[in-house]
């Protein structure tokens, strides 16, 4: 069983100035409001939140419909968007694991993983027990997939009334408070140099490679933090 408890903590850490509630749900409004645009019912909008919970998956699965690509095809793209997760959820479940806890537990909330959930995990599970951090993941993670179901309905009965400039703005909220975050948490050398070496780098590799710049900014950033920052923090 869920210890209610913990669960709850993991619910409420969506309250306050932190909570990732606001800029999910402004991305998801906008995502609600393309995929109108893009031909899909209220339904089948509702449900690729449901079901996929991943806005660039999302985007990528929508407009690879649009141009026609064939079902394999829209799979192995959503796929490639998606393997972003992996990482982390190889640095967040070990961190949660207990052996009293079943198994289902973990498979059922790999679900929820997100880059606004998981922020909030790494930032608060120290202060959980370590026998119900699995319960306080699945609290956040509850609240920010049911966030961005709801606001996936809203942003498409709201679509008629939002002009482009509008869902440009609300598509980036979310990344830019993904970067503030990443500013608070720069509390150690690695953590520090992966978010300098990345925003300097990415506008650098740009100007060589557009299609690249992200991917090869953030693999360089990151591994000399691992390499570099994780030595000078005794690891």
């Not at 090869?216 to 920052?229: C, D, E, P, S």
């Amino acid at each position: 069983m869920i210890n209610p408890k913990t669960f709850l903590q993991g619910l409420k850490s969506l309250k306050g100035s932190r909570s990732p509630a606001i800029p999910l749900g402004a991305c998801f409004i906008a995502l609600g409001a393309l995929l109108k645009d893009a031909g899909f019912n209220l339904q089948q909008s509702a449900a690729s939140s449901l079901f996929t919970y991943a806005l660039p998956g999302q985007l990528v699965m929508a407009e690879s419909l649009l141009v026609g690509a064939s079902i394999v095809n829209i799979f192995i793209a959503v796929w490639l968007v998606n393997f972003r997760l992996y990482p982390m959820t190889v640095s967040l479940f070990p961190l949660l694991e207990h052996k009293s806890q079943p198994k289902w537990k973990y498979y059922l909330s790999c679900h929820f993983l997100a880059v606004s959930s998981w922020l909030i995990a790494k930032d608060g599970y120290q202060k959980i027990d370590k026998k119900h951090r699995i319960d306080f993941w699945i609290g956040i993670g509850i609240g920010t997939w049911s966030t961005a179901i709801i606001m996936t309905v809203v942003g498409y009965l709201s679509a008629d009334y939002l002009n482009k400039d509008m869902l440009i703005g609300l598509a980036i909220v979310n990344p830019v408070y993904f970067f503030c975050m990443m500013i608070g948490a720069m509390k150690n050398l690695s953590v520090s140099i992966a978010v300098i070496g990345g925003t300097l780098l990415g506008p650098l590799i740009y100007l060589i490679s557009t299609e690249w710049a992200l991917l090869f900014a953030g693999i360089i950033a990151g591994t000399t933090a691992f390499l570099f920052g994780g030595k000078k923090n005794g690891k």
